[in-house]
């Protein structure tokens, strides 16, 4: 078995209001010199010898991201 | 024979009731459909009702994409039969790429739940064939998650082939690209939209009934000539 990570974000021409909503509750803890944040999502997978990189692909694109507002990234 | 309209109840589904009523009320039977069942029961249409099928996991229709009833709407979908899908069923439909673009949380960071202003763009698509073009109707708007986004290309070509249904006036509420409150597809016979029409088609209880053309135009239309 191996451990596969899996980070969806938003594309980043798609307004992330929950990023703003973030970056306004840094600015009241005080905190000054964060100029954005965009919130993503993290996906661990179990996965053993038989699942390749193709499949991991196949199920980033087709259920983990939707493509037309997310990008993802795959690290095994 | 009555025309059937299938209602599709999804985990998590709120206005597969509403809708039903909405069906009935303007003439048609209403059909309960179940997300485990992938049976459509010989409907002549179908409604993906609004709410939060699967709990709005992973993102909202994501997982209802999958249900082995949606496996049957797409496949007849891309046969001609009529899906209409309201808030919830707008998403489920981007989801299964029968529409194109996406629905992200609203603009303003708040759920909106109001009376909305719309105007109907397009008459050609079955479910909006009892509107005048330009009509403008109030209907009840409600989502978290109702901003429509595409890219710029996809946008342009929903507006260059009249596949904007009905757009917001009198202010956009959820941050939709260019005011968008409902799409449908190529054919015409599949129609995403934001606001619930099925909660404004009875005076004494709704917010008017203005919405009750959603669910009439199928009547007006026999399902058999809307296959493309």
Excluded at chain 2, 77 to 91: S, T, Y
Aim: glycine letters at 12%; charged letters at 20%; aromatic letters at 6%.
């Amino acid at each position: 078995m191996a451990r596969v990570a899996v980070d969806v974000v938003l594309k980043a021409e798609i307004l992330d209001p929950q990023g703003q909503a973030i970056l306004g509750a840094l600015a009241r803890l005080g905190i000054s010199g964060v100029s954005d944040v965009r919130q993503g999502k993290h996906f661990q997978l179990e996965v053993d010898g038989s699942v390749d990189d193709e499949q991991l692909a196949k199920i980033a694109d087709t259920l983990l991201a939707n493509p037309v507002i997310e990008d993802f990234t795959i690290r095994r | 024979m009555p025309v059937r309209v299938g209602v599709v109840t999804f985990p998590g589904s709120l206005d597969d009731r509403d809708a039903a009523r909405a069906v009935r009320i303007a003439g048609a039977e209403a059909v309960g459909l179940w997300h485990a069942d992938p049976s459509l029961h010989g409907v002549d249409a179908v409604i993906l009702p609004g709410g939060f099928s699967y709990g709005d996991y992973l993102r909202c229709g994501a997982i209802a994409r999958f249900s082995p009833v949606m496996e049957s709407v797409v496949a007849a979908a891309r046969d001609g039969l009529p899906v209409l899908g309201i808030c919830n069923g707008f998403q489920v439909l981007c989801e299964s790429h029968l529409l194109p673009g996406a629905l992200i949380r609203n603009r303003v960071r708040r759920f909106v739940c109001r009376e909305q202003r719309l105007r109907i763009d397009d008459v050609t698509s079955v479910w909006t064939s009892a509107y005048r073009l330009g009509q403008e109707i109030t209907i009840p708007i409600k989502n978290g998650e109702g901003a429509f986004v595409a890219d710029a290309a996809t946008l342009d070509r929903l507006e260059g082939e009249g596949r904007v249904v009905a757009r917001y006036v009198d202010g956009n509420p959820n941050g939709s690209y260019r005011d968008i409150a409902g799409i449908r597809n190529a054919a015409g016979n599949v129609v995403g939209l934001m606001p619930h029409p099925e909660h404004a088609v009875d005076g004494l209880v709704g917010s008017g009934t203005e919405g009750l053309g959603f669910f009439s135009g199928i009547l007006a239309t026999p399902p058999a000539e809307t296959a493309a």
